[in-house]
C-alpha cells in the first residue's frame, strides 16, 4: 500500500484547510485510515482515524481536533480519506501524516505511512 497526501499549506489562524490521501496497491486489504501529525521537536501523535469499507466508517478523533477537524473517507473511490480542518491555530502546525492499517501479503496487520504534509497556521 503506497499513500500520497496533498493539501498543506500556509493558512492564517483561524482559517481552514482540507487534507487529501490517496491510497494505492493492494486498497482492499485496508481497514482504517487516519491521520497523525508531528510539531517540531515532538512526538507523532494521533489526530483522527476512519475504518474503510469493511469498518463502517467509524470516526475517531485527538481531544485537541475534536469540534474542529472532520475525517471522512470517499465512497466511490476507495482508499481516498480527507481531513477537514476549521478554526486552526498555530499550535496545530505540524506535518500531517497520513496512515493506513492494512494486512499484507502474509495476511499479517501492518501500518504504512505517507511522506508528510507541513501544515503551518500563522498567528
Known amino acids: 500500500v503506497q499513500l500520497v497526501e496533498s493539501g498543506g499549506g500556509l493558512v492564517q489562524a483561524g482559517g481552514s484547510l482540507r487534507l487529501s490521501c490517496a491510497a494505492s496497491?493492494?486498497?482492499?486489504?485496508?481497514?482504517?485510515m487516519g491521520w497523525y501529525r508531528q510539531a517540531p521537536g515532538k512526538q507523532r501523535d494521533l489526530v483522527a482515524t476512519?475504518?474503510?469499507?469493511?469498518?463502517?466508517?467509524?470516526?475517531?478523533y485527538a481531544d485537541s481536533v475534536k469540534g474542529r477537524f472532520t475525517i471522512s473517507r470517499d465512497n466511490v473511490k476507495n482508499g481516498v480519506v480527507y481531513l477537514q480542518m476549521n478554526s486552526l491555530q498555530p499550535e496545530d502546525t505540524a506535518v500531517y501524516y497520513c496512515?493506513?492499517?492494512?494486512?499484507?501479503?502474509?495476511?499479517?496487520?501492518?501500518?504504512?505511512w505517507g511522506k508528510g504534509t507541513l501544515v503551518t497556521v500563522a498567528s
Open positions: 496512515n493506513a492499517w492494512a494486512y499484507n501479503d502474509d495476511l499479517v496487520g501492518m501500518d504504512y
Open positions: 476512519i475504518t474503510t469499507t469493511f469498518g463502517g466508517g467509524d470516526t475517531n
Open positions: 496497491g493492494s486498497t482492499f486489504s485496508i481497514n482504517t
